[in-house]
């Protein structure tokens, strides 16, 4: 009996130094920083150059836990606003209305480009339709067109796909393509658009129907599928999507892609920022099909 | 001894209670909140604009009538899917099927009925819609019948298990007593079983429909989910978008407390106005029949 509270005692006070010895300093802040998880949410479009990122991160910096989800541009702005997240991914800029809330809630969005990114325009592969103009496929998404024989095709009804309206995507293809980029022009997506809620229903659609006509981030586009060349406003060059295009400004709807903090950040958040314009980072861009930015565009 | 006892019952008795009250407490204070997030769109949005025909509330427009019409005409697709096949299975069950078949039967059906709705939704994108554009040679085939399809499909168990209890509690002896003044076994059911359990009937297809009106998932991917008034029965074969996918795709993204945010909460507020009703019609139309069910027995 005797010997056994001996032995719980010694177990006890080895436990106790166990746990002091734990407790030096530079421990603690290993400790410590196992605990740091940055949280970023936002644009389906980025999410999984994000997840990339974040894999490539972590592998670098074990102390450092990112996790990534999408759902949206404005669902990752919302997030930001409600202070629910360190990092929004946008794929639209913030709108006027969203850095008022933010404002109201005491803090300032702040913006970083961290990569460019084409939208493809994606049609069955068995549709002989090769080149659109920026016209034309305004005319086919406000609902003038509707038979792919006037724009050089079979006959058949055109079904156009469309992101949900929460997505910066939709936005992006309203503002440049339906509207030509004119900020007095009032057209709208046809009634009859189908907004699909993920770009994997678009894609999976497209693949399978010949009278569907889509657009999604080119990083998206499996090889299978038909991305058709634009011609810009007033030009007679089609152009099609790619790294070179869009870097020398000639593929027509090509946009920024943008990463929003509330108010400067600070600690692992900016650390895991000035990483984002290392090469490795932009690397990575590369990789998956979107087109690096090549120096930091801070604000 | 014997107090404790008491003190037991009046705990659980006040129990029972509580539960029972606290349904009417939820749904009372879903409704208040349902109205106090929703009403204010009567104040913003103009009437004009919020019973017209076009749905895109990133420019402000918050016309709901597509929405209503596409709600509407999914669930009438539903409901034809799934009230002859569940009413019919029903009765298989209960008055045709061996008792082998019966005991198999039952629980798959009941198995059916746990399949979460975005498998559903998934198999529709993959398998149905693909084959009903090329089978009905439609522009594509996320479109209104898809979604009525595969709601049927969800609504069925909740029709079948139901109106299989009703059919069943209905006494022996009125089918021996039909089958003794020579009715075949078809007039029977028709005549005799269907009508005596008419009310747990009614009350299994009010509950499927129900079901069909309020589901989310499925009708989200496979609806195609275009605002367009449906205005007959051939907006079946084109796509729509339903009050409840409309609800669960923008919610996330919108700002609370601003006019698209009470907007979707007034779209809320009509769905559970819609429910409420045919709920409320479910109920009266089995209460009356009842009354004269005892009647006639009298």
Redesign the interface.
Known sequence: MKKQLFATILLFLMLLSLNACADTPAQAAAKSGDAVYIENKGSDTMVNLALAWAERYQDLRQDVRISVTG??S??GI?AL?NNTVDLANASRQIKN??ID?ARANGTEPIEFVVARDAIAVIVHPDNPVNALTLEQLSDIYSGKISNWNEVGGED??I?RLSR???SGTH?YFLEVVLRLGQSDN?T??A???????SSE?II??VR??P??IGYDGLGYVPHDLKVLAVADVNSSVYVRPSIETVNTGTYPIARDLYIYTAGQPTGVVKEYLDWLFSEEAQTIVADLGFVPVDKPHYP | MEKDLSLGEFIITRLIKASGYSAIVFVTLIFYFLLREGLPTLGEVELGNLFSTRWYPIESYYGILPLISGSLIVTIGAAMVAIPFGVGTAIFIAEIAPRWAREILKPLVELLGGLPSVVLGFLGILVLAPNLRILLDLPTGLTALAGSLLLGAISIPTVVSVAEDALDSVPRSYRDAALALGATRWQTIWRVTLPAARSGVLTAIMLGVGRAIGETMTVMMVTGNAPVLATSLASLFSPVRTMTATIAAEMGEVASGSVHYHTLFFIGMVLFIISLIVNVTASSVVFRQKKRAERVLS
């Open positions: 759902g949206g404005g669902t919302a606003l209305e969203e809330k058949r009804p079904v949900e309206t929460n936005v009032k709208l997506f009634q009859n658009t189908l907004l699909l809620p229903g999976h659609e399978q129907n009278n569907a």
